[in-house]
């Protein structure tokens, strides 16, 4: 599947928050406890990723069906992406060795890259 131009730019911008974030818990710790940080920033980013790549998949389906078909698959594809954000938050509540924080800042990471693509199109 190739990817758009807007996709393109959100998948650097999600991994440029990811690289600042890592940095600076790499900064703020000064030893080894940033990796339970950077590992729920890795995989909140993966997720991020993911969800472009499933909103761009989506649109590109949703574009060749008639309108309500359209409107219940891009509804579900919504709800898909909600539950694998869900599941990434749940992986970094339970998990001892990943940090909630991280993983919210990764999933945090399509939305800031969302308003990104919003006001780098009007300059």
Same mark, same amino acid.
């Given at each position: 599947?190739? +990817? ?49 790549? +499933? ?18 698959? +891009? ?32 999933? +945090? ?15």
């Amino acid at each position: 599947m190739k +990817l758009s131009d807007l996709a393109k730019r959100m998948v650097f911008t999600i991994i440029a928050i990811a690289l600042i974030s890592i940095l600076a818990s790499t900064a703020y710790y000064r030893s080894l406890d940033f990796l339970p940080f950077a590992l729920g920033v890795l995989i909140g980013s993966a997720v991020s990723v993911a969800k472009v790549f +499933l909103l761009q998949h989506g649109v590109d389906k949703a574009l060749s069906m008639d309108q309500k078909r359209a409107a219940g698959y +891009l509804s579900l594809n919504h709800i898909l992406r909600l539950i694998i954000s869900g599941a990434a938050l749940f992986l970094g509540a339970v998990g001892p060795q990943i940090s909630l924080w991280g993983v919210a800042a990764g999933i +945090l990471s399509f939305q800031v890259a969302t308003f990104n693509i919003k006001f780098a199109s009007k300059g």
